[in-house]
């Protein structure tokens, strides 16, 4: 047996597989406060007259993460920062509690400037006196050399035992330091939070007799087991309108292009596949404006969903981010954007009386009769999703994945169909297809297409190597791992990826992905040479190699 739940602002669904097939679905009510009870809800009620024992697999896509960041609920971090020579040190200024430290390494690891102990401890005073108990370090060019951060993660664990800290050479060991600053900083943010979440999960789990591995969806549209998310939670943020790519992904398996469109209660998410694939942002997650180094889906999100309550406004409709419970069909108390869609549609869908009441009222101040009112909401709604739509659009052609298409196809970009997903999708995607002239699809299992996704979707490892023969050295990025190049004048771009590729195998055998380390692949590989007066003294190497997101071998799909 195979188990998915995915926690989304207003429901946590739940799907029980097995031997490819979806057995069971559970719908229940999101608690914020009550996070992983509302899992174990959902868990308890698909392994109710099951053997616990025959789960082979768990997969959770949590909101805990995003709305610790959405919310600015994290508790009060510092960041501690090494910015090394050229830009003047306020341009790194990424966080309200940012503490600049004087010290430089080179591009190539050399320490050329070292750092003072005595900034140290001023920074460690300043920080404990404000109360600060999370704390962040990062220094340019560390990746190449973790010295600099691990004297000075040594020295705030010396001097402030009681503080959390968190390092960029562990959290996002990747070139370009504000995305690794900015990804060490929330990580330090998420990281308590986050651990209270995992002893809550793998007690009850171990409550339950579950002994199935348990793994969590990534922003990236893949999975990581639980324990080893404890080393950097932040890779857990946007999980939820990850599981929802993925979940179409899953209902379609078709190699086409689409807009994929979760219409939940609180919110729309918006992802796009092509050739059937979930589009990557090159950039990173984007949190609060800045870019990180958290390999994420090309997704947006909007604070318009079924639940959305509607108001009447001079001349016109509101359509608010609130949300007061479900729809009025449904006996929630005020009028929402299902119930207009519901009334402009004569839709036999709850107590339609009760939603055309609700709309009376809402009209009320807007100077329209309810049937009229109910149209203009659903042309708001219809516009709004139509213009994100179309700025979506206008970042997604800047994606490399979607320029390669139009290069390949040597033709604009084609969207082929929109995919509606999400409990009010049935309700909106039919006629906002329409509107868009493409073809629509709202599969019956549309309403729990996260969780769907997050039990499918198999475990994703991204490795980069850096290798410097003049150094006869070789580092793995993400991992901090540094190795020699035994031959350093005969080492080739061949040997650079075979290495990136090993270590590949090594790690992804540790993290739960061995099994799928023949589907890897070379994103990257490429060589400099380095010159010194007219003659070549070395060469670089950098390579990228990835089992990306995908579905788990053992999905078979399931019917229309």
Request: hydrophobic share 45%; net charge neutral; glycine share 10%.
């Amino acid at each position: 047996m195979l188990l998915g739940i995915d926690v989304g602002g207003t429901s946590t669904d739940g799907v029980l597989m097995h031997d490819g097939a979806l057995v069971m679905s559970v719908k229940k009510p999101s608690s914020r406060e009550k996070l992983a009870g509302t899992i174990l809800e959902v868990l308890d009620e698909l392994l109710e007259g099951r053997d616990p024992g025959a789960l082979r697999r768990l997969v959770i896509s949590t909101t805990l993460v995003t709305n610790l960041l959405a919310t600015r609920s994290g508790p009060r971090t510092a960041l501690i920062l090494v910015p090394g020579r050229g830009l003047p040190f306020d341009y790194f200024r990424l966080a309200p509690d940012t503490y600049f430290l004087k010290g430089s390494i080179d591009f190539r690891g050399q320490v050329t400037e070292e750092i003072s102990p005595f900034e140290i401890e001023k920074a460690v005073a300043h920080i404990r006196a404000a109360g600060i108990r999370h704390l962040a370090v990062a220094a340019k060019f560390s990746i190449r050399n973790q010295a600099v951060e691990q004297e000075i993660v040594r020295t705030l664990r010396r001097l402030y035992p009681e503080a959390r800290v968190v390092s960029g050479s562990e959290t996002a060991n990747r070139m370009n330091f504000p995305r690794r600053a900015a990804t060490a900083y929330y990580s330090a943010m998420t990281g308590e939070a986050w651990e209270e979440f995992v002893r809550e999960i793998r007690e009850a789990l171990r409550r339950r007799g579950i002994k199935a591995p348990v793994e969590i969806l990534k922003a990236d549209g893949g999975t990581m087991p639980l324990e080893v998310s404890r080393q950097n939670p932040v890779e857990t943020v946007f999980s939820g309108p990850a599981a929802s790519a993925m979940g179409a992904v899953a209902l379609t398996r078709r190699r086409e292009n689409a807009v994929v469109l979760d219409i939940g209660g609180t919110t729309t998410d918006i992802a796009l596949l092509i050739e059937g694939e979930p589009l990557h942002a090159s950039k990173g997650a984007r949190i609060h404006g800045r870019f990180t180094h958290i390999q994420a889906l090309a997704l947006r999100s909007l604070a318009l969903g079924g639940d959305s309550v509607v108001k009447g406004a001079a001349g016109g409709v509101e359509i608010t981010a609130e949300r007061a419970g479900p729809a009025a069909c449904f006996g929630g108390p005020a009028a929402t954007v299902s119930d207009a869609f519901v009334v402009h549609l004569n839709l036999d869908l709850g107590d339609r009386a009760r939603a055309e009441e609700k709309l009376a009222a809402a009209a009320a101040g807007s100077g329209l009769e309810p049937r009229a009112f109910a149209a203009a909401v659903v042309d708001q709604t219809l516009e709004r999703l139509s213009r994100l739509m179309q700025e979506m659009f206008r970042e997604w052609e800047n994606e490399p994945a979607y320029k390669v298409w139009e290069i390949v196809h040597r033709r604009s970009f084609r969207l082929d169909r929109l995919v509606g997903i999400g409990g009010a999708a049935e309700l909106v995607v039919p006629l906002l297809a329409e509107k868009m002239k493409v073809p629509g699809l709202v599969h019956r299992l549309a309403p729990v297409a996260n969780a769907l996704g997050a039990a499918v979707a198999r475990p994703t490892l991204t490795v980069q190597l850096y290798a410097d023969t003049q150094q006869g050295r070789y580092l793995i990025d993400r991992e901090g791992i540094e190795g020699p190049i035994e031959n350093p004048a005969s080492f080739q771009l061949e040997e650079a990826k075979k290495t990136a590729l090993d270590w590949l195998a090594r790690l992804a055998s540790a993290k739960g992905a061995g099994e799928y380390v023949g589907q890897a692949r070379v994103n990257m590989a490429e060589q400099f040479n380095m010159i010194r007066g007219y003659s070549r003294v070395g060469k670089i190497f950098r390579v990228e190699v990835q089992i990306a997101p995908g579905i788990i071998d053992a999905f078979k799909g399931v019917s229309d």
